[in-house]
């Protein structure tokens, strides 16, 4: 017979709903703070407001469900005109082109890399110079195109000389990443380099710690592994990089 919260489980409900209610409120500030930064300076709580604090609360899991019966496409294309006009970080100033990402908006597999680099800012694609030429022989090595995933970066502006993404611009950049996420709902991300695996699994582990197995994320199973543009400077990552190219292979044959 079920009982009534008493004692030590009444307290420890009233803890998880308080800190639930301090998550909300979290986000509903993160979320007033980048439309303040988009240029509303004013803010009105109107029911669409509360709708957009709300939807800013759910996961991408539960956003992916919440727009089930929506246009995939549609919905990243929606996104799109938000990211390109982008100005919260002084990447605005130095980017020549916005790289937004591309490919399957319903794909069960996202690569996710660092950040941009000269011949993508240049023509607004992921992955298209060298780097992006050996992403896409390791997409077809497990049987795939790459019209079947979705490949984009964390940042989607390059850093001059492609320095590592700071603090602030990562911040910055990452409510982008997760809209597209949250939108393309994946089984599986792959995180391409030490700076991406470590930005979304929030640790300062090294690569050879990470790789080799999934780790959860926001509903969706993530395989770290080393980034194609060090395969090229270093030969011997492409047998660890393989192995767990062979892991996601696997996984997707069971969905």
């Avoid at 986000?27 to 669409?48: C, D, N, S, T, Y």
């Avoid at 790289?99 to 023509?123: H, I, R, Y």
């Avoid at 990470?210 to 492409?238: I, S």
């Amino acid at each position: 017979m079920l009982r009534p919260y008493e004692g030590s489980d009444k307290m420890k409900h009233d803890e998880n709903a308080g800190a639930e209610l301090l998550e909300v409120i979290g986000l509903a500030k993160k979320f007033l703070e980048q439309e303040k930064k988009r240029g509303l300076e004013i803010v009105r709580m109107k029911p669409e407001t509360w709708l957009a604090v709300e939807d800013a609360a759910r996961s991408p899991a539960e956003a992916a469900a919440a727009a089930s019966g929506k246009d995939r496409d549609e919905a990243l294309e929606s996104l799109r005109p938000a990211v390109e006009g982008c100005t919260t970080c002084a990447l605005a100033s130095t980017r020549t082109n916005v790289v937004f990402g591309q490919g399957n908006p319903n794909a069960k597999l996202v690569f996710v890399g660092e950040a941009p680099g000269a011949d993508e800012d240049a023509q607004g694609l992921a992955f298209i110079g060298r780097a992006g030429k050996l992403l896409t022989k390791i997409i077809e090595a497990i049987d795939l195109k790459r019209s079947d995933v979705f490949i984009c970066n964390i940042l989607k502006c390059r850093p001059p000389n492609n320095r590592t993404p700071t603090t602030q611009e990562v911040e910055c950049c990452i409510p982008y990443l997760r809209e597209q996420l949250g939108i393309i709902n994946p089984a599986i991300i792959c995180a391409l380099g030490n700076s991406a695996a470590q930005t979304l699994l929030e640790t300062k582990s090294p690569m050879n710690r990470m790789r080799g197995r999934f780790h959860e994320f926001e509903g969706a199973r993530l395989m770290p592994t080393y980034h194609p543009a060090a395969l090229l400077r270093n030969p011997q990552y492409k047998r660890p990089t393989w192995e767990d190219m062979q892991m996601i292979q696997k996984e997707l044959k069971k969905l």
